[in-house]
């Protein structure tokens, strides 16, 4: 049964690179047709490289994966990003009021202007409390929500925390529905809020394309330990109890962590609760 498992992995993974490869050279043939030689190559690598080729490695390491509980997200290019290492439970207004009791900002969408307001509040090192987030993907998708906490004058170092809402029922027994299921739940329901929470403390260099990114603190559980205790500090979440995720964070990360594989989780408190608190 596992070779069997192995050779349709394979098979649908060389698939995956087969289609990639097919679309690629037909966005060449296409855009070639249209425009000069030197242009043409820039447009296809730029599709191939930030569109083509990260949803055929995300597509991939779903077939991979497809048993396992996530233990990290997934950049755009397909590469292990930011390692999952906590989770809360509750409805969509319950998240958003625990951080806002805890003085933590809800970040802006990533739009061009969002980002050209983070490049000036960076390079000149400005506030902007409500910075956006670069996209890491879970569950085949970009967060659906993100907090942070600036350390200083500017988001040039903050604490932060992405989330993916998952449905309770989903969550229960892990599977291939958990896995590969896409959608985002209805959360005004409650709903297991899946965290990657991270500590930014500069700026650096992607290894593979040289984009500027954030440097980040490679104890990631000290992070998650710090979210949880503000959380709890300002009454906004129940007992915190401890679980282990399905693998250890593997080399070849764009930054490099150190993380004992550990979820925090916590129930969100009502938000008549947290008010009265």
């Known amino acids: 049964m596992r070779l069997l498992i192995l050779i349709l992995q394979r098979t649908a993974i060389l698939s ?12 060449f043939q296409w855009v070639d047709g249209e425009l000069p030689s030197v242009l043409a190559l820039v447009t296809t690598y730029a599709v191939a490289a930030y569109v083509i080729l990260p949803y055929i490695v995300r597509m991939g390491l779903m077939v991979i994966r497809h048993q396992h509980v996530p233990s990290f997200t ?28 805890a003085g933590w900002h809800e970040a802006d969408p990533l739009t061009l202007s969002s980002s050209w307001g983070m490049v000036k509040a960076f390079v000149f090192d400005t506030p ?4 956006p987030f670069s996209t890491l993907y879970l569950f085949g998708r ?8 600036a350390i200083g004058n500017s988001p040039r170092k903050r604490h932060h925390v992405r989330f993916w809402a998952k449905c309770l029922t989903e969550a229960e027994t892990v599977d291939e529905v958990f896995w590969h299921g896409t959608h985002r739940p209805d959360t005004c329901e409650r709903v297991l809020w899946v965290g990657a929470g991270t500590k930014d403390t500069g700026f650096s260099l992607t290894r593979l394309t040289f984009q500027i990114t954030h440097a980040t603190d490679a104890d990631t559980n000290a992070e998650r330990d710090f979210i949880m205790a503000e959380l709890s500090r300002h009454s906004a979440i129940g007992v915190v109890d401890m679980y282990e995720a399905g693998e250890e964070l593997e080399a070849g990360t764009v930054n490099h962590y150190v993380t004992d594989g550990i979820i925090a989780m916590a129930p969100l408190k009502a938000e008549e609760d947290q008010r009265a608190a």
């Open 16 to 27: 995956l690179g087969a289609v990639g490869i097919w679309l690629i050279v037909n966005v």
């Open 74 to 101: 997934i950049t755009g290019d397909g590469l292990p990003g930011d390692p999952i290492n906590l989770a809360l439970v509750g409805t969509f207004d319950e998240l958003r009021t625990a951080f806002a009791k």
């Open 128 to 131: 902007y409390p409500k910075a």
């Open 142 to 149: 970009d967060q659906d929500i993100g907090f942070q906490k």
